[in-house]
C-alpha cells in the first residue's frame, strides 16, 4: 500500500463525501480558460469565423476542459479510477477534437497582440519545432506515448498522490491531444498537409492503442492501482470493478471519439472533392472531374479496412487476456473498500 505523501494531490475525501461539494476552484486554470475565450472571440469579430458552429464547437471544447479540471470530476477523479478515465477522454480527445474541429487557427493568431501573432506566425526554430511535431507518425506516437506511460501502475499511482507530478500528466495528455487533432483537422490538402491516407492511419493506430489498453483494463482479474485507496476510494465498490469499468470507457466511449473524428475527416474530404470535381466541370475538364468517384471509394474503402482492424483487435484481445476457463470477474470477488 502507498503512503499519502504531504504533496498528495486532491486530498483524502470520505467514500461518503458528496460529489457537489468537491469543486477544483483553480484560479490559474479559469483565468486561462477565461483568456482562451476572449482571445478567440477577439479574433472572431473580423470576419474569420462566419459559421455559428464553429463557434459553438470551440466554446464546447473549453467547457469540456473546465469540466476535466474545475467541476467535481477533477476532484472525483483521484479517489475513482473510472471518472478519471472520463476525465482523461475530456482532457485528450473531447477537447482537443471540438476545439480544432472550429479550425480556430485564424481566430486566435488574430485575436492575440499584434506583437504576439508575429511570434507565432514567423519563422524560425519554434515554427520548425512545431512542424516536426505535426507529422503525422510523431504526432501519433507522442498520443499514445502519452496515455499509455501514465497507466503503467508506478507512474500512475505517483502522479495520483503527487501534485506537480499530476500537473505534468494532465499537461501531457492535452498538448499531445491538442497536437493530434491539430494534424487530424488540418484544412491544408495534401501536399501542403497530411492526406486521406495518412489521417485515416492515424485515427487507426489511435482507436488500437485505445482497444488495446481498454481491452487488457475490463478482462484483467486483480487491481492494479493502489493509490485511489491511499486518498480514499469512493463509492463503496472493489477496485477490481472500478478498473474494469474504466476500462469499458477507455475501451467504449473513447474509441467512438476516434470514429467520429474519421467521419468528419472523410465527410471533409468528401465535401472538397465535390467542389473540386464541380469547378473542373464547369471549365470544361470533365476527364479529370471522372477521378471523385474513384477517390469516395478508396475513402470509403480506408474506412471499412479501419472498423475491420477495429473488430480483429478485440476479438484477439478477448481471446488472449479472457480465456474461456475463466469465470468473468467484474468486482464480484475481492475487497470493497470503504
Not at 478567440?40 to 455559428?52: C, I, Q
Amino acid at each position: 500500500m502507498l503512503s499519502t505523501p504531504a504533496l498528495a494531490h486532491g486530498g483524502h475525501v470520505h467514500a461518503d463525501a458528496s460529489p457537489w461539494t468537491l469543486w477544483q476552484l483553480s484560479p490559474e486554470i479559469i483565468v486561462g480558460l477565461v483568456v482562451v475565450a476572449l482571445i478567440y472571440w477577439k479574433g472572431s469579430r473580423h470576419g474569420l469565423v462566419a459559421e455559428r458552429w464553429r463557434l459553438v464547437a470551440f466554446n464546447g471544447g473549453l467547457l469540456a476542459l473546465f469540466v476535466a479540471l474545475i467541476s467535481p470530476v477533477e476532484r472525483l477523479a483521484d479517489h475513482i479510477f473510472a471518472v478519471h478515465q472520463v476525465e482523461h477522454m475530456l482532457l485528450r480527445t473531447v477537447a482537443p477534437m471540438l476545439i480544432f474541429l472550429a479550425r480556430p487557427q485564424a481566430a486566435l493568431v488574430r485575436g492575440l497582440p499584434r506583437g504576439v501573432s508575429r511570434f507565432f506566425a514567423g519563422s524560425g526554430p519554434l515554427r520548425g519545432l512545431v512542424e516536426f511535431l505535426r507529422i503525422p507518425f510523431v504526432a501519433t506516437v507522442l498520443f499514445l506515448a502519452a496515455s499509455l506511460f501514465w497507466m503503467l501502475p508506478h507512474w500512475h499511482d505517483l502522479a495520483i498522490l503527487d501534485e506537480p507530478i499530476h500537473y505534468m500528466w494532465h499537461i501531457s495528455l492535452l498538448v499531445t491531444g491538442l497536437n493530434f487533432f491539430s494534424v487530424i483537422f488540418d484544412r491544408r490538402a495534401a501536399p501542403q498537409g497530411p492526406g486521406l491516407g495518412a489521417r485515416l492511419a492515424m485515427f487507426v493506430f489511435a482507436a488500437l492503442g485505445n482497444i488495446v489498453l481498454g481491452a487488457f483494463l475490463t478482462f484483467k482479474t486483480i487491481p492494479l492501482y493502489d493509490a485511489y485507496l491511499a486518498l480514499g476510494h469512493m463509492w463503496h465498490v472493489s477496485m477490481l470493478t472500478d478498473e474494469q469499468t474504466g476500462g469499458i470507457i477507455m475501451w467504449i466511449p473513447g474509441t467512438m471519439m476516434f470514429a467520429i473524428s474519421a467521419l468528419v475527416v472523410i465527410h471533409r474530404w468528401g465535401s472538397e472533392e465535390e467542389r473540386l470535381v464541380s469547378r473542373r466541370m464547369r471549365t470544361g475538364r470533365e476527364l479529370t472531374a471522372e477521378r471523385g468517384p474513384a477517390n469516395r471509394a478508396l475513402a470509403i474503402g480506408l474506412a471499412g479496412f479501419a472498423l475491420l482492424m477495429l473488430a480483429v483487435t478485440v476479438s484477439v484481445v478477448a481471446v488472449i487476456d479472457h480465456p474461456h476457463d475463466k469465470a468473468r470477474d467484474f468486482g464480484l470477488s475481492g475487497k470493497i473498500p470503504g
